[in-house]
């Protein structure tokens, strides 16, 4: 049982800094201003790989992904107060949107790489 310190704070930091964001824009689109809190998206993301690392630790496979699927689904619901329905359209729809900003800069990078070679 090898737990890296070092690997989680990083996961962490670039898990907050990245997909803290993204989560906060579609939560505040979806139960409004008053319910999703920047601080509460940091809250969520935090708590989800801290404690989903704990968990990867311990379940593995279908079970492991069900399971931190479940974690997600709960921190979402109880930070942005909403119920599972929505926590689920919630997590698809940052999903979602932070699949698509990752494939336009891709893009825009590869355009710019390509105009070096």
Not at 20 to 35: A, I
Not at 76 to 86: S, V
Not at 101 to 115: D, E, H, K, M, N
């Amino acid at each position: 049982m090898v737990f890296n310190l070092i690997g989680l704070a990083v996961n962490i930091i670039v898990g907050v800094i990245v997909v803290s964001p993204v989560l906060w824009l579609v939560g505040r689109s979806m139960v409004g201003k008053e319910k999703a809190r920047f601080t509460d998206a940091v809250w969520i993301v935090a708590l989800g790989i801290i404690i989903g690392s704990i968990l990867g630790v311990f379940v593995h496979g279908l079970l492991g992904f069900v399971a931190s699927l479940i974690l997600w689904l709960a921190l979402i619901r109880h930070f942005f107060d909403t119920g599972w329905l929505k926590a689920l359209v919630i997590a698809v729809l940052a999903s979602v949107v932070f699949a698509t900003i990752t494939a336009v800069l891709a893009f825009i990078g590869v355009l710019v790489l390509s105009r070096f070679i």
